[in-house]
């Protein structure tokens, strides 16, 4: 346990912030879910920076799909740097952040007013100054995070959309999915991936592959090879690969598929098989054990089960850092907290 690197110990955390959220925040989440059925808001903007972003483009399908609600992924730029003031009415705001610090996203968060328009942070630092450009804040409760590489903060605001989800929408079956999140969580990461260790040994490019919602674990995901491992990966649709991007299938392409259970499922599996066929290296990752590859639980869910094999690659990536004698938790030229405007 001593030589556990930071990314590891925080990412084992992950099941334990989960409960946290479903035990402090429910009651929370109850009354904005109200507050937003009686704000109907027409439209949602959601920004976030590195890891954050890849949670917000998490919400952003979720809240398509669940809520169908267009969802942009907004740029904090279009103020802190180019000086527009979006038109907004009826609108809910949300911005996904762990120190809540960044310039660009107090700022634009500050300027993101209207009629009826609602600001909401998940923030993990509740003394930060993001606190104090929104209405409401939801904490993410991750207690501190010291590595670089950002698992356990990016786990909770995933988990925690899930949360708002589910009591903005009752019955939707996403409060219960948030309740059970932890459990998901901790049985996620104690999978035997030992099949698929030196999948990520070599300097190859590495295509990470996802669809909907898995999309934004593929983001993640690949923004971990980044900056743990220093390796090329390049997140991208399963839909988008098989125009361009295809040209790159063969023996000297590595592709790593998250394939959750719900409409996507078929396809992704179909284009596994192709870029198989090709010459490719491929890692699938699925709760279907009857599938080769790796596994995580499975879940009613399909987008916990998509949080659940985010947590269990983060180890994944941890490992292969490691072996190609790099630190997960220093990696270089990077700093915990980075401030863009």
């Known amino acids: 346990m001593t030589d556990m690197t930071l990314m590891e110990r925080e990412t084992r955390e992950a099941p334990a912030v989960a409960a946290r959220l479903a035990d402090a925040c429910s009651g929370q989440l109850a009354d904005l879910g109200a507050r937003l059925r009686a704000l109907e808001p027409r439209l949602i903007l959601a920004a976030g920076r590195g890891s954050s972003d890849a949670a917000a483009l998490l919400a952003k399908y979720v809240f398509e799909t669940r809520l169908n609600l267009p969802t942009v992924s907004v740029a904090p730029s279009v103020h802190s740097i180019y000086g527009a003031k979006l038109k907004l009415e009826k609108a809910l ?3 996904i952040s762990q120190s809540g610090r960044s310039p660009d996203l107090v700022e634009f968060c500050r300027a993101a007013t209207g009629p009826d328009v609602l600001r ?4 993990n630092d509740v003394t930060s100054p993001l606190t104090t450009a929104v209405d409401v804040t939801l904490p993410l409760m991750a207690g501190p995070e010291t590595s670089v590489a950002a698992t356990k903060s990016c786990i909770a605001a995933m988990t ?45 490019p590495v295509y990470v592959v996802g669809r909907g919602p898995g999309l934004a674990i593929a983001a993640e995901a690949a923004l971990k090879l980044k900056e743990t491992s220093g390796l090329h990966a390049e997140s991208i649709s399963a839909a988008e690969i098989r125009h361009g991007p295809y040209a790159l ?25 192709d870029l198989l066929q090709q010459g490719a290296s491929v890692l699938l990752i699925s709760p279907d054990t009857g599938l080769p590859g790796v596994h995580t639980t499975a879940d009613e869910e399909p987008v916990l089960e998509l949080i659940a094999m985010l947590a269990r690659f983060y180890l994944f990536a941890n490992a292969a850092a490691l072996r190609r004698g790099r630190s997960p938790d220093r990696p270089p030229m990077l700093s915990k907290i980075t401030e863009t405007r």
């Not at 909401?120 to 923030?123: E, F, R, T, Y």
């Open 93 to 95: 705001v949300l911005a």
């Open 120 to 123: 909401v942070a998940m923030v």
């Open 249 to 273: 299938a063969g023996p000297s392409l590595r592709a790593i598929i998250f394939a959750q259970r719900d409409a996507a499922f078929p396809g992704l599996k179909t284009l596994a098989a």
């Open 160 to 204: 925690l959309v899930l949360g708002l989800v589910g009591h903005w929408r009752p019955g939707s079956g996403m409060s219960a999915a948030f309740g059970r999140a932890a459990s998901v969580l901790e049985k996620a990461i104690a999978a035997d991936w030992s099949s698929a260790d030196g999948f990520l040994d070599g300097h190859g």
